[in-house]
């Protein structure tokens, strides 16, 4: 049983003046449990806030679930000694194998953390843990939000704002990106200006300044803008082309009413990519409804846009488009017009900053693989911590020795 005591003791970095009292193996019962109970020597002494050492004043009893030995569940018990110090302030001592207020052991909730990050959905882990789903989730919040909370910016010029939702049609969250690192500085429930302005405020407490920001890679929502006023915002291009084939689909719908033939064909005349088929039917429709053909000649003629290497070039261009738009008089596309003069400096910068959405839906990406593997999420705020999990590059303080 020495023997035991002292592998237990190895096995756990139990260090003076705790020690293993006593092992207990249940095989009898269905359960299948080991108890460690661990104690210390009499007349030891501890540290208290002051810095002196003391004697414990009383003992509390405590239970931690830890990892399972082969088949067996495994629980850690402790009587954890309270001190009485001398301005008469008692304090519960911190045990060096498991955090203040948790019934795990930090290596049980280590095991959990690389569970999930080895792509398992919570509910799986919670299964294969054998406890439930809301106690893990509890672990996998506690460790991200430390870790986010103590997350270091050092230096920063480049950003993007992104939105995704929880679940489908259901709540939306906000991310800040960093552009140059890839990956997500902040989530924020919601969108819209005050998302924007949570996550500069975020910024200011870890100490970067919106006039640090350089580059600002957003959609064409003008209310992004008023907080970060020094930044050069670059319009997202995969926002401006869905604005572009959005004035598209809404000429294809005008031209649709009365006219059976053109049923059906929403992505004939957006997707770029069509068997030989579609095109010569596409060709044909263009031919019988002229105002289609415009339309689909500016969709065209706006592509060539992002090409262009010099600024003064693509304004020149931009506003040859926007002239082509506006006279035919489809109104769609003169609404179109509109939007692009009154998002015009974002968009022009896209030549210079050359800053794209490609960051942002890669990130996106992998929220979306998380969010089918969960099959939604109910509670946003477990949201929130699996984007900063996935996305966030964030450095974890549990132990992982054991793998």
Known sequence: MENSKEIFKIALDLRSPWEIKKIELETKSKKKELHIYIDYPK???????DG???????????TWQHLNFFEHKCYLHARVPRIKEEDGKI???RVPWARTGSGFTLMFEAYAMLLIESEAPVNKVSKVLGVYSQRVWNIFNYWISKAHQEDEIEEISKIGFDETSSKKGHSYVTTLVDISERRVLYATKGKGSSCIRESVEYLKKKSIEPEEIKQVCIDMSPSYIEYLPESEITFDKFHVVKEVNKAMDELRKGERKGNEILKGHKYTFLKSR???ELKEERDILLEMYPK???GYRLKELFNDFWDLQER?????YL???CDSAIDPGIIPFKKLANTIKAHWRGIINYIESRINNGILEGINSKIQLSKKRARGYRNIDNFINMIYFICGKLKFSYPLHFT
């Open 43 to 49: 007349g030891s002494k501890f540290k208290g806030e």
């Open 52 to 62: 002196k050492l003391y004697t414990a004043y009383d003992k509390v009893e405590r």
């Open 91 to 93: 304090n519960t001592q």
């Open 274 to 276: 069509l068997s030989s």
């Open 292 to 294: 289609l053909g415009e």
């Open 312 to 316: 003064e070039e693509a304004e020149g």
């Open 319 to 321: 506003a040859f488009w």
